[in-house]
């Protein structure tokens, strides 16, 4: 996408009362010209709008994120998508150790980290605990957290889902574990019924991730805002 096209989405979720916009490139790490590109779209955000700015773009070195961060970038975001012991059966492309990495260079230069994962990828409920745990110890802002919504022709087509109460449960036991954070209703969510939408923002979740994922539909601006005011939450 060019700039033109993401400022005038920027814009126009400005005008809706987001607050915060992110950038998002998929693959294993952005290149310098894409880096290059993406600052130029960061900087034009910032001087258009009010929004602050995220950006999820791989695992990037402390040069990368200053550069990055130079340009008006707040918030980098690289999910652990498990905890550490089962994230080995689920990727062979890279590591939960590369992922800390580059969180922790985040840090180090003074930008906020936001950091979640998907539940439901055959993971016990104890890895998920573990997971709460690797991101607590990380000292990461946002966590968004993900219900895996399989997808035909990917090796996890046939997961079988998880109750609302597996769901529900995960996110009270989220919210114990990391009592400050926030934790972002994100992709996977039309799975839960409405009323355990609405249990989990009582227990648990206190932001969200709006528009459409990576791979599946998101909820839109309007329907997050009632969501959010009948859940008893300002916005």
């Given amino acids: 996408m060019d700039s033109d096209t993401i400022l005038k989405q920027a814009g126009y979720c400005q005008a809706q009362g987001v607050k915060r916009f992110s950038i998002v490139c998929s693959g294993g790490k952005s290149t310098k010209n894409e880096i290059k590109k993406i600052c130029s ?27 990055l ?22 990727c062979s492309t890279h590591t939960t150790a590369q992922k800390l990495k580059t969180l922790g260079y985040a840090k180090e230069i003074g930008l906020e980290v936001c950091s979640g994962g998907i539940i439901g990828m055959g993971e016990s409920a ?13 000292e990461v802002d946002s966590v968004p957290i993900n219900i895996l ?42 799975t839960l019924s409405s009323q355990s939408v609405q249990k989990a923002m009582r227990i648990a979740v206190n932001s969200a991730i709006v528009g459409d994922m990576l791979t ?15 859940a008893g939450y300002e916005l």
């Fill in 69 to 90: 961060q130079s340009s008006g970038l707040g918030r980098y975001h690289c999910n652990l998508e498990s905890a550490s012991s089962h994230f080995v059966k689920v």
């Fill in 149 to 190: 919504n399989p997808i035909k022709g990917t090796p996890l087509e046939n997961q079988k889902g998880l109750t609302d109460e597996d769901i529900l449960t995960t996110l009270a036991v989220f919210r114990f574990i990391l009592p400050k954070t926030s934790l972002r209703f994100a992709g996977g969510r039309r």
């Fill in 216 to 230: 599946t539909l998101g909820n839109d601006i309007k329907r997050d805002k009632e969501l959010i005011i009948r």
């Fill in 41 to 67: 779209t960061i900087e034009a955000i910032r001087n258009n709008t009010n929004l602050k700015v995220c950006a999820s773009l791989g695992l990037l070195d402390k040069d990368d994120l200053k550069q």
């Fill in 126 to 138: 104890k890895q998920r605990i573990e997971l709460a745990f690797e991101l607590k110890n990380a």
